[in-house]
């Protein structure tokens, strides 16, 4: 079953505000968690990722958190521009593929409407 | 350069038909893989390919047979189509983990949209 969720399916803001994208993780042996941004017709583009023994880490405009003790992870986006909209993932890598991969689970989505 | 791309971007095919994805990266890296994205925006990873060999299958009907004739190619057959199997396909490409001090995330290709009638 799933294990990555998330709290809100869309979240809608003001261009120009910050954005908080929310989700829950239920699987404590995840040792990489990642956020993913859709646009529409295109595939998922990788945006940041953490590793599992740090709590926060920065890029450009976007910062992720992560909180093991609750399980939570969150993306932050600075001064949301109308390029920012689009459904955005988070996802969780559980241990390792065979032959070294990577192998995200990822959660169901919010969609972030970012308002002219 | 389109990094990971798949054809076609639209299948439209009634039920019952056989038919073909494919997709190829030209990032050279090691590991594909196909997802299936349903209405609800939901991702699952089908299938892992590393290096012409399979390494992850989920639980998908055996009507899904994924071939990789080389490390850049990875298509995706579906015998006996069936309105269920109506989704967006994606394929994804990344680099091994081995000996990377950092995360290497998954490439995807735009999708192929598959509507069975």
């Known amino acids: 079953g799933e294990s990555v969720g998330l709290h809100l399916p869309t979240l809608s803001v003001q261009e120009g505000d910050n954005s908080i994208i929310n989700c829950a993780y239920s699987n404590s042996a995840s040792d990489y968690f990642i956020w993913y941004k859709q646009e529409s017709g295109k595939g998922p583009q990788f945006i940041i990722d953490i590793r599992s023994n740090m709590d926060k880490r920065q890029g450009q405009r976007v910062t992720v958190l992560l909180n093991k003790t609750v399980k939570h992870l969150s993306l932050q986006i600075a001064a949301t521009q109308p390029g920012d909209s689009a459904v955005y993932f988070c996802?969780?890598?559980?241990?390792?593929?065979?032959?070294?991969?990577?192998?995200?689970?990822f959660g169901r989505g919010t969609s972030l409407i970012v308002h002219p | 350069d389109t990094a990971v791309s798949q054809t076609p971007k639209y299948l439209v095919t009634q039920m019952g038909n056989d038919k073909s994805i494919k997709c190829e990266q030209n990032?050279?890296?090691?590991?594909m893989y196909w997802y299936k994205q349903d209405s609800k925006k939901f991702l699952k990873i089908m299938f892992s390919y590393n290096n012409k060999e399979l390494i992850i299958n989920e639980t998908v009907p055996n009507r899904f047979s994924p071939k990789s004739p080389d490390k850049a190619h990875l298509n995706l057959h579906i015998n006996s189509l069936e309105l269920g199997d109506s989704a967006v396909y994606f394929c994804a490409s990344s680099q091994d983990r081995a000996g990377q001090g950092q995360y290497q995330p998954q490439h995807f290709g735009d999708g192929t949209r598959l509507s069975i009638l």
């Open positions: 990032l050279g890296h090691d590991t």
């Open positions: 996802a969780e890598n559980i241990g390792l593929g065979s032959g070294g991969s990577y192998i995200p689970t």
